[in-house]
Each structure stands twice: as structure tokens, then as C-alpha cells.
């Protein structure tokens, strides 16, 4: 049943992604969503963690060296991203497996956090994954891209060549959480650090290195920093390229109607 919810072709393009693996950029992109992570469970204490949807074991890799728990987990559904996480000889990693995308191969409560991160905008029935996170974890970091935007209608092949089949905002996150029966109790948003702009720009678009550009990255990062300091968190939404939200069960059952 939860085997033939996970489409084939998603299965062989994840495989494929991680086979195509790039070091370099995901540690990068690794480095700012671990933070995230660290940052938004500040006064928190989390003995056993499971990230689902690990990838390529370089967020955990990252949380491990940070001693964020003392015994950390990870699921994927390819077994290529399997592979990476292995060989990566993670500290405090107790186990790593292929899983079919729904079906989280736990008893109830076996999770003081799960850690969900970039993982929600790729997934096909997101409210079946996210009631069995609740089944099997107590609390979740959950962290998505901001692609909602006005020209969203127009930019669906680029989102798609990433995989993101879901668009979120803020608002969208925090209604689909809440209706699901999560209580959120604390969120961050952030934008796209200058750095990682570089490296995507130079390295993986392969375009010339030029002062200009340089600068230009480096005042429209500054500007939008300025305008979220200034205006508070209603413009940090706005331009925010990524939302994190810590949330926990709701003691109460979601009812409809």
C-alpha cells in the first residue's frame, strides 16, 4: 500500500540526483540549514533524532560535529543518498536506511525531534508523510523554501527541474501545520547567504568571476537585511528564501466541520 504511494519516477530521479552527487555544494547549503536548525532549538534538549528525507547524510554530518544529540538517525528514499550517508562515518549515527517516502519504520514515540528539512516541497502527499512524523516524534524541525511567489505561475519548469512539486509561504506552512494538528513554538525565517549565492553563481552556473557581480550580490543581500531590520517580521516573510518552524503534537484533535 504506502509502497505504491511513492511514484516511480520520483524514486529513479533521487536516485539518479545522488549518483550525480556534488560535494562541495551541498555541504555549503548543508551548512546554513544545520544552522538553522541549531539556532531554532536553542533551550531545547533532544536526546534521539531521525532526519527524514537525509539525503546525503551532510546536514547530520554537520549537526553530529556540532553534538547537536546524542544519537541521530536517518531515512531516504535512495539508496544512493543510503550510500553517501555510510560513508560518511557520521559521529553518534545509530542507523541509516532506505525507506518508501511514507512509512517510517518506528514504533510510536521513538523520536524526541524529527528533523524535516527541505523535504516537505518534493513530496507528492505531504499530509500522509506528516501524519506519520507525528506518529513516530514528539517534536519537528521542519524548514521549506519561500518559492510562493507572484510569478510562481510562470516558473513552474524551473521549480520542477529541482523537484519542488509543492510551493510554500509563511502562512502556507504555519495553515498546513496547524490544520494537521502541529503546535508551532518557534519559527525563523532567512534569506540566501552571499556566499552560497557566489558559489552557484560562479561554480555552478560556471559565469565569469567580476567585482561587479560581486558587489551587486553583496548590497542586494545587505539591502534586504536593512528592510527586514527596519519593517520587522511581516517584510521578513516577504523576502525571506527560507522558512523554519520548531512545532510539537497539538494536545487537541484537528476537527473539520
Excluded at 513530496?123 to 519561500?146: D, G, N, Q, S, T
Excluded at 510554500?168 to 519559527?187: H, M, Q, S
Aim: with cysteine; glycine share 4%.
Amino acid at each position: 500500500m504506502a509502497e505504491e504511494i511513492l511514484s516511480d519516477n520520483v524514486k529513479t530521479a533521487y536516485d539518479e540526483f545522488y549518483q550525480k552527487h556534488d560535494e562541495a555544494w551541498r555541504m555549503l547549503s548543508a551548512k546554513y540549514k544545520a544552522q538553522h536548525i541549531i539556532d531554532i532549538c536553542k533551550g531545547y534538549s533532544f536526546k534521539k533524532v531521525l532526519e527524514v528525507g537525509a539525503g546525503d547524510g551532510s546536514i547530520l554530518k554537520i549537526l553530529a560535529d556540532q553534538n547537536f544529540a546524542p544519537e541521530l538517525h536517518a531515512v531516504e528514499i535512495s539508496e544512493s543518498g543510503v550510500e553517501h550517508i555510510k560513508k560518511r562515518n557520521i559521529i553518534n549515527l545509530k542507523s541509516v536506511q532506505v525507506f518508501d517516502g511514507y512509512r517510517l519504520p518506528f514504533a510510536n514515540d521513538s523520536f524526541d525531534l524529527i528533523i524535516l528539512s527541505h523535504v516537505l516541497e518534493h513530496v507528492e502527499h505531504e499530509r500522509l508523510l506528516l501524519r506519520e512524523l507525528k506518529r513516530v516524534a514528539k517534536y519537528f524541525v521542519i524548514e521549506v523554501p519561500r518559492d510562493y511567489k507572484a510569478s510562481v505561475d510562470n516558473r513552474i519548469k524551473h521549480f520542477l527541474a529541482y523537484g519542488h512539486i509543492n510551493v510554500y509561504t509563511p502562512t502556507l506552512l504555519r495553515y498546513l501545520l496547524k490544520t494537521e494538528g502541529f503546535e508551532i513554538e518557534a519559527d525563523l525565517t532567512s534569506m540566501i547567504e552571499p556566499e552560497v549565492t557566489k558559489f552557484n553563481t560562479y561554480i555552478n552556473q560556471k559565469k565569469p568571476k567580476s567585482l561587479v557581480t560581486d558587489l551587486k550580490i553583496n548590497s542586494e543581500y545587505a539591502v534586504k537585511k536593512g528592510l527586514v531590520s527596519l519593517l520587522g517580521k511581516k517584510a521578513s516573510e516577504k523576502l525571506a528564501n527560507a522558512y523554519t518552524v520548531l512545532c510539537k503534537k497539538a494536545d487537541h484533535q484537528v476537527e473539520i466541520f
